[in-house]
Nanobody, 123 residues
Framework: QVYVVESGGGAAQPGDSLRLSCTAS????????LGWFRQAPGKEREFVAY??????????QDSLKGRFTISRDDAKSSVMVYLQMNSLKPEDTAVYYC??????????????WGQGTQVTVSS
C-alpha cells in the first residue's frame, strides 16, 4: 500500500521560514514526480512545485520562485521530499499537500496524495 505523509506545517509570522517534509513509501517512485500543492479556504488547489528523481528537474509556480525550494531524497526505500518556504506571507496560508504522479502542474495528473498539513501565516 502506498503512503504519502506530510509533516512540518504550523503557525508562522510574516517573514518567517518553514520546511515541510513528505515521506512517500509503498512502491518505487523513481519515475514519479513528487510535488507540492496547496489549497487555501474557498480556493482551488494550486500547484506549488515538483521534483524528479534526478534532483535537477524541478518546476515551480512562477510567483513562488525564489522563495520556495523543493528538494528530494531517494536514497532510502521511502522517498523524502521537502519544501523550504522562506519569507512567508499571509497569502501562503493554506493546507499543503504532497503528491506523487506525472510531472505536471495539474493536480489531476497526480495519483497518490497525502492528507495535507496546515500552514498559517499571520502576525
Amino acid at each position: 500500500q502506498v503512503y504519502v505523509v506530510e509533516s512540518g506545517g504550523g503557525a508562522a509570522q510574516p517573514g518567517d521560514s518553514l520546511r515541510l517534509s513528505c515521506t512517500a513509501s509503498g512502491r518505487t517512485f523513481e519515475n514519479y514526480a513528487l510535488g507540492w500543492f496547496r489549497q487555501a479556504p474557498g480556493k482551488e488547489r494550486e500547484f506549488v512545485a515538483y521534483a524528479m528523481r534526478d534532483g535537477n528537474t524541478t518546476d515551480y509556480q512562477d510567483s513562488l520562485k525564489g522563495r520556495f525550494t523543493i528538494s528530494r531524497d531517494d536514497a532510502k526505500s521511502s522517498v523524502m521530499v521537502y519544501l523550504q518556504m522562506n519569507s512567508l506571507k499571509p497569502e501562503d496560508t493554506a493546507v499543503y499537500y504532497c503528491a506523487a504522479g506525472s510531472a505536471s502542474r495539474l493536480p489531476q495528473h497526480y495519483k497518490y496524495w497525502g492528507q495535507g498539513t496546515q500552514v498559517t501565516v499571520s502576525s
